[in-house]
C-alpha cells in the first residue's frame, strides 16, 4: 500500500488540512458506462474532477492541463480519456486555484498532490498501486517538476509537449525573436515588448510586429531578417518530411508565426500578461545579450547566413546592430519568483517519459535538448527518456502515441528499468496496435535551443 506521508509538504499549501475537508466532494458517485465520476474542490478554490473505470487497473494517471482557462481537467482531449478509461486507467485532474494567473505555476503542483490526496482518500475505491503523472504543454512543466519534487506521491511522470525549459528560457527567446523584428523591421519606433498588464495592448505589439513581418515578406532583404528573428525564436519549420532550403524553411517559419485569424504570434503575446502577473513583474530580458553568440546556438545558422549572403546583407552587421541596442531589463524579484516556481532542476526522483512534436511551432522540440542536458547535468539522466513524433503542431499526437507512452512508462515503473521500452521503434508498435489513430514516432536529435538561460 503507497504511502503519502513523504510527499513534499511544504509544495502544499493545504497540507495541514484534514482529508475530509481537502477531499469534500460537491458531486461525487455519478456512474456513467461504466465509469464513477466524482468532483470536490481544495480549501484554495481549486476544483478537481476524477474518473474511474469500474474495471480499474489499480493505475491512476494525475493529469496536468496546460495554459488557459482555469478549468477542471483530468485527460488531454476526450477521445484519449475515452482510450485510458477503457484500458482501465483512472484519470484525475484539476482546475488549479482559480484566483490565480493562468500561468499558474504559483499554486499548481500544491493544487496536484492536493487534488491526489482528495482523490485517494475518498473517490478511488482503494488506495492506487501506482499513481503517473501526465501534463501537457504548460501541463507538462508541471509534471517535470511534479517527477523531481513528488517522491512518494508519484511513481513516474509522462510528459507530453512540455515547456520543459522553464519560463525563463520561453519569455526571453520569445523576446530575443520580437526585440529583432521591432529592431531589425522597425528601427527607430518604440516598440513595446514587455511590461503589459493587459492582453489588448499585448495583442496590439503583436499586430504590430506581424503587419511589419508581412511587408518585410515581400522582398529579399526582408525575408533575410525574419530568418534571422524566427531563428532567434526557435520557429518551428512547419513541416516534417524533406529537407527544406533556407528559402522554404523560412516560407514555412513565416506562415507558422504569422498567419491566421489568431497567429502564434498573438498566442505568445497575449500569454504574456498572465506569467508577468503570476512573477510579479517581468522576468525577460535583452541588455548584456550578445546575439552573435546566441545565433551560433541555433541550427538554423546556416540557412539565415545563406539568406542574408543571397540578400547582399550584412549578417555580422545586423547582429552587432542588435547587441548594441539590447537594453531591456528585467525585474530581479519576477526572475527569482520564476526561477522559484517555474524552472525544473533536472533533478528526478522518478523516471520520467517526454513525448515532443518535431514541429511544435508554440514549444519548439528545442527544449528537449536544454533538458536533457539540464538532468544529465543533475545526475539524473538514467531517469529520463524522450521520444519524438513527426507530427506538426503543438501537442498534435494521436491517442494511439499518447496511450503508448502511458504504457511505457507504466512498464518502466513496474520492471524499474528503461529496457526498450522507450524506444523508437517499439513505441510505434506499441501505438500501431492500439488502432487508436495515427502511430509517427521517429529518431529524432533536436537542435539546441537559442537564448537558453544567461
Request: charged fraction near 15%; proline fraction near 5%; glycine fraction near 10%.
Amino acid at each position: 500500500m503507497r504511502s503519502l506521508r513523504n510527499v513534499a509538504l511544504s509544495l502544499a499549501a493545504t497540507s495541514a488540512m484534514a482529508l475530509s475537508i481537502v477531499g469534500a466532494p460537491t458531486g461525487a458517485g455519478a456512474t456513467t458506462d461504466g465509469v464513477t465520476h466524482d468532483t470536490g474542490t481544495l480549501p484554495n478554490g481549486t476544483v478537481w474532477i476524477a474518473d474511474i473505470p469500474a474495471q480499474w487497473n489499480g493505475t491512476l494517471l494525475l493529469y496536468s492541463h496546460g495554459f488557459g482557462p482555469l478549468t477542471a481537467q483530468d485527460a488531454p482531449d476526450p477521445a484519449t480519456a475515452a482510450a485510458l478509461l477503457a484500458r482501465g486507467y483512472a484519470l484525475a485532474g484539476s482546475s488549479y486555484d482559480p484566483s490565480g494567473s493562468m500561468w499558474a505555476l504559483d499554486t499548481a503542483v500544491s493544487d496536484q498532490f492536493g487534488t491526489l490526496r482528495a482523490v485517494e482518500s475518498g473517490a478511488l475505491p482503494a488506495r492506487p498501486r501506482r499513481v503517473i503523472a501526465v501534463g501537457t504543454s504548460m501541463g507538462g512543466l508541471i509534471s517535470a517538476i511534479e517527477a523531481q519534487d513528488g517522491a512518494g506521491a508519484i511513481d513516474g511522470a509522462l510528459t507530453t509537449c512540455g515547456i520543459v525549459a522553464g519560463a525563463i528560457n520561453l519569455n526571453n527567446y520569445q523576446l530575443d525573436g520580437e526585440y529583432a523584428l521591432a529592431q531589425l523591421l522597425l528601427p527607430g519606433q518604440n516598440v513595446q515588448l514587455t511590461g503589459f498588464t493587459t492582453t489588448s495592448a499585448a495583442l496590439a505589439t503583436a499586430a504590430e510586429l506581424q503587419a511589419a513581418a508581412t511587408t518585410a515578406q515581400q522582398t529579399a532583404a526582408g525575408r533575410a531578417r525574419l530568418a534571422l528573428a524566427l531563428a532567434l525564436l526557435n520557429a518551428s519549420p512547419g513541416s516534417v518530411g524533406a529537407p527544406l532550403t533556407p528559402a522554404e524553411l523560412e516560407a514555412g517559419q513565416f506562415q507558422v508565426e504569422f498567419t491566421g485569424s489568431f497567429s502564434t504570434l498573438d498566442f505568445i503575446e497575449s500569454g504574456r500578461p498572465s506569467i508577468d502577473a503570476a512573477s510579479g513583474g517581468s522576468a525577460s530580458w535583452t541588455a548584456g545579450t550578445d546575439f552573435g553568440a546566441v545565433l551560433l546556438r541555433s541550427p538554423y545558422l546556416p540557412d539565415v547566413a545563406t539568406m542574408y549572403h543571397a540578400a547582399g546583407l550584412s549578417l555580422g552587421g545586423d547582429l552587432t546592430d542588435l547587441t548594441q541596442h539590447a537594453t531591456i531589463t528585467a525585474d530581479p524579484a519576477a526572475v527569482r519568483s520564476l526561477r522559484e516556481t517555474s524552472v525544473p532542476t533536472g533533478r528526478l526522483a522518478v523516471p520520467e517519459l517526454d513525448l515532443h512534436t518535431i514541429a511544435d511551432q508554440l514549444v519548439p522540440v528545442q527544449q528537449e535538448n536544454f533538458y536533457r542536458a539540464r538532468v544529465q547535468a543533475a545526475g539524473s539522466a538514467s531517469l529520463l527518456r524522450q521520444a519524438y513524433v513527426a507530427s506538426v503542431g503543438h501537442c498534435n499526437f494521436s491517442s494511439a502515441e499518447l496511450v503508448a507512452g502511458v504504457q511505457a512508462i507504466g512498464t518502466r515503473i513496474a520492471t524499474g528499468h528503461w529496457g526498450n521500452v522507450a524506444s523508437t521503434k517499439h513505441l510505434e508498435q506499441v501505438a500501431e496496435g492500439l488502432n487508436l489513430g495515427p502511430a509517427r514516432f521517429v529518431d529524432y536529435e533536436p537542435g539546441q535551443l537559442t537564448g537558453a538561460t544567461r
